[in-house]
């Protein structure tokens, strides 16, 4: 089974405890008049779809809420009209926001939750609602490529990669391990200097890395996820306390920066964590 993901402004991952969204509430005009983080290219109606959003899913716009109007949300945000007003639009195409004429732009009475068509981090992909995984790291390290990264990455057989490996808890059980890459060196320096400068300290935080970079404006484009069945295996069985021969999910994630492939991921997915949802809609 084969999930072309589009990041369709989904990237939205405030920078939070344990990679979850925020859970401090701030007055709505104080959260909106923290800066955006703009990573280099970045058009700002992903910033501002971003901001927006993360005051919806945590709390500072209530659910059936009236938003403020578009030049009030301009004036707070810092930019013009018209990224707001395109920000504006997604949310509603998302499922975020609705539109009653003449009276204003108000949060929806319940929040669509995304699955696998979405990209984001797993620890938000695997989360039930109104529930945060806890992310804990295992390894950060530098080792030589694999099959597996010179063909998602298209890297050459003499470069390096960045491997941070990580389990996800719930309620202090292991559900899930995650495995993330990322090219090393000038393959990593030449797409973006930020990433590179910051992913030793990325790896330190207690959240997955594609959380991490997208706290700081990062936005990954055009991923691909692969879903198969296999047994667990001794290391990964021993991370999730179970037995080598027990039945696990893969889900192997790849995604752009830039329309560079920079980063590539497996998830193994213990029994019993719950279903996986994929939204579909009839495209006629």
């Avoid at 509603?92 to 204003?104: P, S, Y």
């Avoid at 973006?192 to 207690?206: G, K, N, Q």
């Amino acid at each position: 089974m084969r999930l072309y993901l589009s990041n369709q402004m989904s990237n939205v991952l405030a920078s939070g405890r344990q990679g979850g969204p925020v859970t401090t509430l701030l007055e709505p005009q104080v959260f909106l008049q923290k800066q955006l983080p703009l990573a280099a290219g970045q058009p700002i109606r992903v910033a501002v779809y971003a901001r927006i959003a993360e005051g919806i899913r945590s709390g500072v716009f209530p659910l059936g809420a009236m938003l403020p109007r578009e030049t009030e949300l301009s004036t707070m945000l810092g930019v013009s009209r018209t990224p707001v007003r395109e920000a504006l639009m997604l949310l509603e195409e998302d499922g975020l926001l609705v539109t009653r004429r003449g009276v204003g732009r108000f949060v929806t009475n319940s929040i669509p939750r995304g699955g696998l068509e979405q990209l984001r981090p797993f620890e938000v992909t695997l989360a039930a609602p109104n529930v945060t995984m806890t992310v804990e790291p295992v390894r950060f390290a530098l080792e030589g490529i694999t099959d597996f990264l010179s063909s998602r990455l298209a890297l050459d057989p003499a470069a390096n990669a960045w491997i941070r490996e990580s389990v996800l808890l719930h309620d202090g059980l292991p559900v899930a391990t995650v495995q993330e890459h990322l090219p090393a060196g000038r393959y990593l320096s030449d797409v973006s200097e930020s990433i590179a400068f910051d992913l030793e300290a990325m790896a330190t935080e207690p959240r997955t890395l594609l959380a991490s970079m997208q706290a700081k404006g990062h936005i990954f484009t055009n991923g691909v996820c692969q879903i198969v069945a296999a047994d667990a295996g001794p290391t990964r069985a021993q991370l999730l306390d179970m037995e080598p021969t027990g039945p696990v999910l893969v889900l192997t994630q790849t995604a752009e920066y830039g329309g560079v492939p920079l980063y590539a991921a497996k998830c193994i997915v213990a029994p019993g964590l719950g279903p996986l949802s994929v939204m579909q809609h009839n495209p006629n």
